[in-house]
């Protein structure tokens, strides 16, 4: 399997498990869907950068939660 479509496999799954951790209402078991995440991070972001990895991390990036203001600067 090529890394680039690992990663693309990847991806696909930490969408769908984040998918399932904002529906999660059990305390416990959303700690153990962050850790997974976070692992899942890791993973994606060691196979390197792909074009559908910069579309991950501008999506799911660490500076992108959904609590967070964004500002653009225009110079």
């Known amino acids: 399997m090529q890394e ?10 930490y969408r769908l498990l984040r998918r399932e951790s904002q529906s999660c209402e059990n305390s416990g078991l959303s700690t153990h869907y962050e850790h997974v995440l976070l ?3 890791k ?5 390197g950068p792909t ?3 910069y579309e991950w ?4 990036g660490p ?5 967070q203001c964004t500002f653009t600067i225009d110079l």
Do not use: H, K, M
């Open 4 to 13: 680039s479509s690992r990663q693309s496999d990847l991806i696909n799954f």
């Open 39 to 41: 692992g899942l991070e």
């Open 43 to 47: 993973i994606i972001e060691s196979l």
């Open 51 to 53: 074009p559908e990895y």
């Open 57 to 60: 991390l501008v999506q799911f």
């Open 63 to 67: 500076r992108n939660t959904a609590n």
